[in-house]
């Protein structure tokens, strides 16, 4: 084989197909994990040319991250131009969750509908059972982006289009309240959600649409309480929330 057989091959095993993502999408998902993984933090001031200093590229792709990550409910503009890190109310997070609340168990009526399969069971209980180890292994990152993949295969699941990108759009602000809990309360009881997914599986599986409301209910109500308790204990003052950005 040649020199530049053995060049090819080597590069062959290096290299893997290159995905067209825009710049300016590459900046929001940094962005986005900086806030949820609580790098960024409510109130924290984010300007263009920090990021292009950071990231190193020109203003645009930038300028259009912002607008997304504004959409996103992750940050805000406030009346004087400036962008922050969104500090979220106790309104916020009602609405978040009622919201969460109302689209799980239209994911569910439309599921069951299908209806639910033994191999829907099989990886949902498969889920669980990568929550607990990650759990074991003391790796919150992928306890919590478990968490989040189980909500998100359900409503997959139920092939609604529209469904699932509202339920994309208030995901990251679901993540992000999640985090502000963990910080705030330290003795969170993290096994919590693996009993609510049982029991949400159970429902499923059942087919038995009442109880699966009813948990749904109970659930977000719970987390609601939860995450309100940590955004009064971590939000600083005079820090724009959503309903206050300008326009």
């Given at each position: 084989m040649s020199?530049?057989?053995?060049?090819?091959?080597?590069?062959?095993?290096?290299?893997?197909?290159?995905?067209?993502?825009?710049?300016?999408?590459?900046v929001v998902e940094q962005v986005r994990t900086a806030?949820?993984?609580?790098?960024?933090?409510?109130?924290?001031?984010?300007?263009?040319?920090?990021?292009?200093?950071?990231?190193g590229i020109s203003r645009t792709p930038i300028r259009e991250a912002l607008i997304l990550l504004v959409r996103e409910g992750l940050i805000v503009t406030a009346p004087n131009r400036a962008t922050f890190v969104?500090?979220?109310?106790?309104?916020?997070v009602m609405e978040i969750f009622t919201f969460r609340t109302a689209l799980e168990n239209f994911a569910g009526e439309l599921l069951m509908g299908i209806p639910v399969t033994?191999?829907?069971?099989?990886?949902?209980?498969?889920?669980?059972?990568?929550?607990?180890?990650?759990?074991?292994?003391?790796?919150?990152?992928?306890?919590?982006?478990t968490d989040m993949a189980f909500h998100e295969y359900l409503v997959m699941r139920s092939g609604h289009a529209i469904l699932l990108r509202n339920w994309?759009?208030?995901?990251?602000?679901?993540?992000a309240v999640l985090y502000l809990r963990a910080e705030a309360i330290r003795d969170y009881d993290e096994t919590q959600s693996i009993?609510?997914?049982?029991?949400?599986?159970?429902?499923y599986e059942a087919r038995d649409i009442e109880r699966l409301r009813t948990l749904n209910q109970q659930i977000n109500q719970?987390?609601?309480?939860?995450?309100?308790?940590?955004?009064?204990?971590?939000?600083?003052?005079?820090?724009?929330?959503?309903?206050?950005?300008?326009?």
């Amino acid at each position: 084989m040649s020199c530049d057989e053995n060049c090819s091959f080597g590069l062959a095993l290096l290299l893997s197909v290159i995905h067209a993502v825009s710049l300016s999408e590459q900046v929001v998902e940094q962005v986005r994990t900086a806030i949820i993984e609580g790098h960024l933090k409510p109130g924290d001031r984010i300007t263009e040319a920090m990021l292009t200093e950071m990231l190193g590229i020109s203003r645009t792709p930038i300028r259009e991250a912002l607008i997304l990550l504004v959409r996103e409910g992750l940050i805000v503009t406030a009346p004087n131009r400036a962008t922050f890190v969104r500090a979220f109310t106790s309104a916020d997070v009602m609405e978040i969750f009622t919201f969460r609340t109302a689209l799980e168990n239209f994911a569910g009526e439309l599921l069951m509908g299908i209806p639910v399969t033994s191999g829907d069971v099989q990886h949902l209980r498969e889920s669980i059972t990568a929550q607990q180890a990650a759990l074991e292994s003391s790796d919150l990152k992928r306890v919590r982006s478990t968490d989040m993949a189980f909500h998100e295969y359900l409503v997959m699941r139920s092939g609604h289009a529209i469904l699932l990108r509202n339920w994309r759009e208030i995901v990251a602000q679901i993540a992000a309240v999640l985090y502000l809990r963990a910080e705030a309360i330290r003795d969170y009881d993290e096994t919590q959600s693996i009993r609510d997914h049982s029991a949400i599986v159970d429902a499923y599986e059942a087919r038995d649409i009442e109880r699966l409301r009813t948990l749904n209910q109970q659930i977000n109500q719970r987390v609601a309480a939860e995450c309100i308790r940590a955004v009064q204990i971590s939000s600083p003052p005079d820090v724009p929330s959503r309903g206050k950005r300008g326009d």
